[in-house]
């Protein structure tokens, strides 16, 4: 057996029912104990989220980065090729009822990912001035007591950055470009690690003030991308969705790559990249929201609730749509090609849909690369405190030179890394489930918000 046979046996062992379970549970228990957060309070949320950005500013509080800023280099790290080349894989290797189960973890992921970031926020350390540390590591170790567990999810997340992060980013990112452009894949390399070392050399706030905006205008961009393509195809829409709801259920017997699939697979393959795309679960978006400048853990857990709906289910449906209703998933190309040739296929011509999709690809790419850089960055200061920062910052560049070759099995790896990280966080929300549902009812009841170092026990009487 080879080493990417190997691989693969390891990922569909961490992948398999227990996985499922675990992310479904954890899922259905916030849901339940918050009321069902992500449909009773979908209009407060996306008030007091998107609809700030349009009102007068707030005041903060004490963090690192502002609400937003923090948002959206959570954004830049759950927004990259996951969602499109990732969207993309699922489709061709579990049919397109793999999109209906992404939508499932996501709905679930709402909440899911509203109480990391509240938990994040709670449990936060100081560590300098106006610095926090926090995310799963900390909110495992003060909540729970459990250090090991803690120490092992900083391990993986450490190492996961230049999985999810970096290998995988750079080479789709890569490829795209010599497809596009014939831009060699070593031109490319030098590049990505030059681009991303200027930032990131500068830290957290610069990394803050080139993803507010970086994330928007790539969002933009690929949504107006696929619109073109779906507009094209309008009239397969219906029969798009079809697919993708009748696939979950019934074993696809059509044509592409998928052709016998197994319900199991689409549902296998739907919540690996589900997972990858929107990262609920993951334990990674805290990280950064626990920089954010707020005076309250709920304020900035709204952020997180919101970040999954434009990821899942806005972004994800797109490139679904623009696959599917393409006929670029009947190809039998691989899953980079697939996505490029939705693009190149349409009205648009193959010079400026390639064009277009490399791009976006490059841009989602670039700015998930910064996100995960502070990711790995933070789990390793955990572990080693805050003067390995620069060394963190060294070698995660040369890194993407390395993954732009593609010469390592980078989504087997990356799936692989995705679980390390997200057994040991699951473990601890639903463990925590009882403070993180105190906090939330505390909040909508309008009493004011304490602090954990102030007082450890004042939300246990909403644990019942």
């Given at each position: 057996m080879n080493f990417e046979a190997i691989l693969t046996q390891i990922g569909k062992l961490l992948w398999g029912p227990p996985t499922w379970a675990l992310l479904g549970l954890v899922g259905v228990i916030l849901s339940h104990r918050t009321g069902?957060?992500?449909?009773?309070?979908?209009?407060?949320?996306?008030?007091?989220?998107?609809?700030?950005?349009?009102?007068k500013k707030e005041k903060l509080g004490p963090g690192e980065l502002t609400p937003f800023q923090a948002f959206t280099t959570a954004m830049a790290a759950t927004m990259g090729v996951g969602n499109l080349v990732g969207s993309t894989t699922a489709i061709i290797f579990g049919g397109p009822g793999a999109i209906f189960w992404m939508w499932v973890?996501?709905?679930?992921?709402?909440?899911?990912?509203?109480a990391e970031i509240v938990l994040a926020v709670h449990y936060r350390e100081k560590v300098g001035e106006n610095k926090f540390l926090g995310g799963p590591m900390k909110y495992i170790e003060k909540g729970l007591g459990w250090k090991p567990l803690a120490v092992v999810f900083s391990i993986a997340g450490a190492i996961a950055a230049f999985g999810i992060g970096n290998l995988v980013q750079a080479n789709n990112v890569a490829g795209a470009m010599l497809r596009a452009f014939g831009i060699p894949r070593a031109v490319s390399g030098i590049a990505l690690a030059l681009l991303v070392g200027i930032v990131i050399i500068g830290g957290l706030k610069r990394i803050g003030q080139v993803a507010e905006r970086a994330v928007p205008f790539a969002a933009i961009l690929m949504i107006v991308g696929c619109t073109l393509v779906i507009?094209?195809?309008?009239?397969?829409?219906p029969h798009a969705f079809a697919l993708i709801i009748g696939g979950a259920f019934t074993t696809q017997g059509a044509v592409g790559g998928f052709a016998g699939a197994a319900i199991a697979t689409a549902i296998r393959f739907g919540l690996m990249r589900g997972i990858f795309s929107n990262e609920a679960g993951l334990g990674s978006a805290p990280i950064a929201h626990a920089t954010a400048q707020t005076n309250h853990p709920v304020s900035q857990g709204l952020w997180g609730a919101i970040e999954v709906v434009l990821d899942t289910h806005v972004v994800c449906t797109f490139v679904a749509l623009a696959v599917i209703t393409s006929g670029a998933w009947t190809q039998g190309k691989p899953a980079i090609d697939t996505f490029m040739y939705a693009f190149s296929s349409s009205f648009i011509g193959p010079t400026i849909g390639n064009s277009l999709a490399a791009i976006s690809i490059f841009f989602f790419a670039f700015t998930t690369m910064l996100g995960w850089a502070?990711?790995?960055e933070r789990c390793l200061e955990y572990l080693a405190g805050a003067q390995s920062n620069l060394f963190y910052r060294v070698i995660y560049c040369p890194a993407l030179y390395i993954g732009s070759f593609g010469v390592v099995p980078v989504w087997l790896i990356a799936d692989i890394l995705n679980a390390t990280m997200a057994i040991p966080n699951v473990i601890g929300l639903?463990?925590?489930?009882?403070?993180?549902?105190?906090?939330?009812k505390a909040y909508f009841k309008g009493e004011k918000y304490v602090p954990y170092d102030e007082d450890a026990t004042y939300y246990k009487r909403y644990q019942s």
């Open positions: 069902w957060f992500q449909v009773s309070k979908f209009g407060y949320y996306l008030q007091n989220t998107v609809g700030k950005l349009f009102t973890i996501g709905f679930f992921g709402i909440t899911t990912k509203f507009l094209q195809n309008i009239t397969l829409v502070v990711y790995g639903i463990a925590l489930s009882g403070v993180f549902v105190g906090i939330v």
